[in-house]
């Protein structure tokens, strides 16, 4: 399988973004799909996720209640929803896929990733 995030840019701190990953060569129901993100010289940390069913999602505590992921099974997509952004929020997004029906918080546990979109946030 394999996956396109795009969306990044450059933004306004307060001011919303989306992000979407397209994916291809499978379709969601067979995966959890996943966003993390990786600040410069930072490790990479888990956002959150929405399983094969898309019934769960699951955030981390730092960004629940701004985050949020959906997706759209007719275009094969998922996307995530970054609302009153602040500067801590610029890094690259990866959106990844995992085939733990359920999700993961771990990297390790998602075997497919997109190749990451940049977002930068202006103060």
């Known amino acids: 399988v394999q996956l396109q995030a795009s969306g990044g840019g450059l933004v306004q701190a307060g001011s919303s973004l989306r992000l979407s990953c397209a994916v291809s060569?499978?379709?969601?129901?067979?995966?959890?799909m996943g966003w993390f993100r990786q600040a410069p010289g930072k490790e990479r940390d888990f956002l959150g996720y929405?399983?094969?069913?898309?019934?769960?999602?699951k955030y981390a505590d730092s960004v629940k209640g701004r985050f949020t992921i959906s997706r759209d099974t007719a275009k094969n997509t998922v996307n995530l929803q970054i609302d009153s952004l602040k500067p801590d929020d610029a890094a690259v997004y990866y959106c990844?896929?995992?085939?733990?029906?359920?999700?993961?918080?771990?990297?390790?546990?998602?075997?497919?990733w997109g190749q990451g979109t940049l977002v930068t946030v202006s103060s």
């Open positions: 929405i399983s094969w069913s898309g019934l769960n999602t």
């Open positions: 060569g499978g379709t969601l129901s067979s995966y959890a």
């Open positions: 990844a896929a995992s085939d733990l029906p359920y999700g993961s918080t771990r990297s390790t546990d998602f075997g497919y």
